[in-house]
C-alpha cells in the first residue's frame, strides 16, 4: 500500500524559515505530480504548490517568491522550503500525490498525507 508521510513542521516565528519533506512509500513504479496543500484554521483547502516529474512547478499567489518546491524522482520525495514565514501561513499542510503507478502496472490516485502542523507565532 502507498502511503506519504510528511515531516518537517513546527512552530517559527514570523519572517522564519521551515522546511517540509514528503516521501511516499511502497511498492511504486512512478510517481505523478507531487505537491503541498494546506489548511488552515477556518479556512479552505489550498493547494499551496505543486511539480511534476520534470521540475515545472506552480504555486499559489500567497506563497510565490517565498516557497520553493523541488523533488526527488529516484527517492519518490518532494520538499518544500518555506521563507519569510507569517501567521497567515499557519496551517497544516498535507502532501499530496496526483497518481502513483503501482505493479498490475495499476494507478492509485489523489493519495494524502496525515499531515504536519506548520505555527507560526511569535
Known amino acids: 500500500q502507498v502511503q506519504l508521510v510528511e515531516s518537517g513542521g513546527g512552530l517559527v516565528q514570523p519572517g522564519g524559515s521551515l522546511r517540509l519533506s514528503c516521501a511516499a512509500s511502497g511498492n511504486i513504479l512512478a510517481v505523478y505530480a507531487m505537491g503541498w496543500y494546506r489548511q488552515g484554521p477556518e479556512k479552505q483547502r489550498e493547494l499551496v504548490a505543486s511539480?511534476?516529474?520534470?521540475?515545472?512547478?506552480n504555486y499559489a499567489d500567497s506563497v510565490k517568491g517565498r516557497f520553493t518546491i523541488s523533488r526527488d524522482n529516484a527517492k519518490n520525495t518532494v520538499t518544500v522550503q518555506m521563507t519569510s514565514l507569517t501567521p497567515d501561513d499557519t496551517a497544516v499542510y498535507f502532501c499530496?500525490?496526483?497518481?502513483?503507478?503501482?505493479?498490475?502496472?495499476?494507478?492509485?490516485?489523489?493519495?494524502y498525507g496525515r499531515g504536519t502542523q506548520v505555527t507560526v507565532s511569535s
Open positions: 499530496y500525490a496526483e497518481r502513483i503507478m503501482v505493479p498490475g502496472p495499476r494507478y492509485e490516485y489523489n493519495i
Open positions: 511539480i511534476t516529474p520534470n521540475g515545472i512547478a
